[in-house]
């Protein structure tokens, strides 16, 4: 395996694979497969660009041919930061073919977290679009290229400017060693509880077997027609089963540029789309939008919900709303992944988050002392299988906390494990913000703060929303004049943070409530935000 990584213990990997859940394809080897046996499907749309699976093999053929002529080759780092159009797909897979690393980002993400993956990946190369939803690539990728030196090339899909235009490094297609299946196929990152997102390890054999064993859980066919409308990047509309598992299944895959019913309804519509996936805020916009549609939505027969907990009246509101079932998804791009399943009573489908995908996924529910918990006591969720990483790259010391010395995978999550096996999730230890799905860490928001000059200290806390679930308050103690909500949003975004992560709120108090040994108590601190901004009657 790639240095720096942790890779399963061997007793461990040779039971996975006498299993059969690693059974030694590649991703470069998925493709090529599915070119022969699907040739002339279409594989992939994209605003005007429709792709059998021929042209897409022949594509990252061509791609991954071009990269090597530019110096880009097996292991070596590449930050992918693409939204939902072709190129993406074909970016991934001639790295897959050539045996690079693909370090997945999303179109969210600005100079903050992409700088600090350019560096810690050591990248040779970085991906983007020329612009997206109104912000432009090009200007992120010029810090990028001056503050990464390892960053040798700059691909550009669309108008590159100064940089390399990705139509052009297509070359004749050529030979590549396959890789071997037990080491990294990509990188996925973290939703992260402190600092920058940690890069996650993912080989062919994992997350293949990930793939699909969700494809056939979720009974995907060739027939299927899946709406990415969620950046696919992110492992929920990558895998789960997403679309590397409607592509496993020989199935079309479309992508969505944006996740707004404007976008998303027509392209249901036109494309007959069979199966999507939402977080909760974009399942509830849908809802409530497909009420007065003009778009013909009677095609649509699943829509999966995952990234946060649907609330159970919500659930109930799908079928009569959108006319298709609902299926309710929980996991990790770590690894484990729960999913309700057809056929099962209506109750786990509206309540549970459902169940994990593999007889092998081990699952313990703990109080604060480790020990293990009856079934339906809410407790910290401890995983580890097949899918589930033994260890994040090049991060020690955060490792040793991660995870248990057995090779547990502590998540964070509290849920609660109900007979059946299906999981409901009930919170976080972590002191993480689930922004309607978008992961926020508390402490990478804080430490941008306190470097305002009128800020003394920060505290970042989540407060409840009726549509995000959660929203993210700073509240901020200020060094003399306090700086004004404006000042400290514009602050952050000069610093290059994602826009999710600008806090909704901003709250200038005099000092913070502390626990016994000083340090400031949040759990304090969210019940006098919900106290102050609870609604007066």
Same mark, same amino acid.
């Not at 919900?305 to 309710?328: N, S, T, Y």
């Not at 401890?382 to 260890?391: A, D, H, N």
């Given at each position: 395996m790639l240095p720096h990584c942790t890779p399963w213990p061997a007793d461990v990997a040779a039971r996975h694979r006498a299993a059969g859940h690693w059974r030694g394809e590649t991703f470069g080897a998925l493709l090529t497969r599915l070119a022969a046996e699907q040739a002339d499907r279409v594989a992939v749309v994209s605003g005007s660009v429709r792709r059998t699976y021929r042209e897409l093999d022949e594509r990252a053929s061509g791609l991954a041919a071009g990269l090597a002529a530019l110096g880009v080759r097996p292991r070596d780092r590449v930050v992918v930061q693409l939204p939902n159009i072709a190129a993406f797909l074909e970016t991934t897979f001639a790295l897959f073919r050539l045996g690079?690393?693909?370090?997945?980002?999303?179109?969210?993400?600005?100079?903050?977290?992409?700088?600090?993956?350019?560096?810690?990946? @050591?990248?040779?190369?970085?991906?983007?679009?020329?612009?997206?939803?109104?912000?432009?690539?090009?200007?992120?990728?010029?810090?990028?290229?001056d503050e990464a030196p390892s960053v040798r090339h700059v691909l550009v899909a669309g108008d590159a400017q100064e940089f390399t235009a990705l139509a052009d490094v297509h070359a004749d297609g050529a030979d590549f060693a396959d890789s071997d299946p037990s080491d990294v196929a990509l990188f996925q990152l973290s939703g992260g509880t402190t600092g920058t997102p940690k890069?996650?390890?993912?080989?062919?054999?994992?997350?293949?077997?990930?793939?699909?064993?969700?494809? @056939?859980?979720?009974?995907?066919?060739?027939?299927?027609?899946?709406?990415?409308?969620?950046?696919?990047?992110?492992?929920?509309?990558?895998?789960?089963?997403?679309?590397?598992?409607?592509?496993?299944?020989?199935?079309?895959?479309?992508?969505?540029?944006?996740?707004?019913?404007?976008?998303?309804?027509?392209?249901?519509?036109? @494309?007959?789309?069979?199966?999507?996936? &939402?977080?909760?805020?974009?399942?509830?916009?849908w809802m409530e939008t497909a009420r007065t549609t003009r778009h013909d939505l009677s095609s649509l027969r699943v829509?999966?919900?995952?990234?946060?907990?649907?609330?159970?009246?919500?659930?109930?509101?799908?079928?009569?709303? &959108?006319?298709?079932?609902?299926?309710?998804v929980y996991g990790m791009a770590e690894g484990l992944v729960c999913y309700t399943r057809a056929g099962e009573p209506e109750v786990f489908h509206l309540t549970t988050q459902g169940r994990p995908i593999s007889p092998d996924d081990e699952i313990r529910v703990v109080d604060p002392d480790g020990?293990?918990?009856?079934?339906? @006591?809410?407790?910290? &969720? &401890?995983?580890?299988?097949?899918?589930?990483?033994?260890?994040?790259?090049?991060?020690?010391?955060?490792?040793a906390v991660a995870f248990t010395p057995d090779g547990f995978y502590r998540t964070g999550d509290v849920v609660r494990r109900l007979p059946s096996g299906h999981l409901v999730v009930e919170g976080r230890v972590k002191d993480q913000i689930n922004r309607g799905g978008e992961k926020v860490a508390a402490e990478e928001v804080e430490n941008h703060l306190l470097t305002h000059p009128g800020v003394r200290d920060a505290a970042v806390v989540a407060v409840p929303d009726r549509f995000l679930g959660e929203r993210t308050c700073a509240v901020v103690v200020p060094r003399g004049d306090p700086p004004t909500p404006a000042d400290l949003r514009a602050h952050l975004r000069d610093r290059g943070l994602a826009p999710y992560k600008i806090p909704d709120r901003v709250e200038i108090v005099d000092e913070f409530p502390v626990t016994g040994v000083g340090k400031i108590s949040k759990r304090e601190l969210r019940r006098a935000l919900a106290a102050r901004l609870a609604p007066t009657r």
């Open positions: 690079a690393i693909p370090v997945f980002t999303l179109p969210a993400h600005r100079s903050s977290e992409i700088v600090h993956l350019a560096r810690h990946s @050591e990248a040779v190369a970085y991906v983007v679009a020329d612009q997206h939803d109104g912000f432009d690539y090009r200007t992120l990728a010029r810090q990028v290229r890069m996650i390890p993912r080989t062919h054999d994992d997350y293949l077997y990930s793939i699909r064993a969700s494809a @056939e859980i979720c009974g995907l066919t060739p027939d299927t027609v899946y709406l990415a409308a969620l950046p696919a990047a992110h492992n929920f509309p990558m895998s789960s089963p997403g679309v590397f598992g409607v592509l496993h299944a020989g199935g079309r895959v479309v992508m969505a540029p944006r996740p707004a019913p404007s976008a998303a309804f027509p392209l249901i519509e036109a @494309e007959g789309v069979t199966l999507t996936g &939402l977080v909760p805020p974009l399942a509830l916009l829509l999966q919900v995952g990234g946060a907990r649907f609330a159970d009246a919500a659930a109930a509101r799908v079928r009569d709303a &959108l006319g298709c079932d609902l299926q309710q020990s293990e918990l009856p079934p339906g @006591e809410p407790g910290e &969720l &401890l995983t580890r299988g097949p899918y589930t990483i033994r260890g994040y790259y090049r991060a020690d010391e955060h490792n």
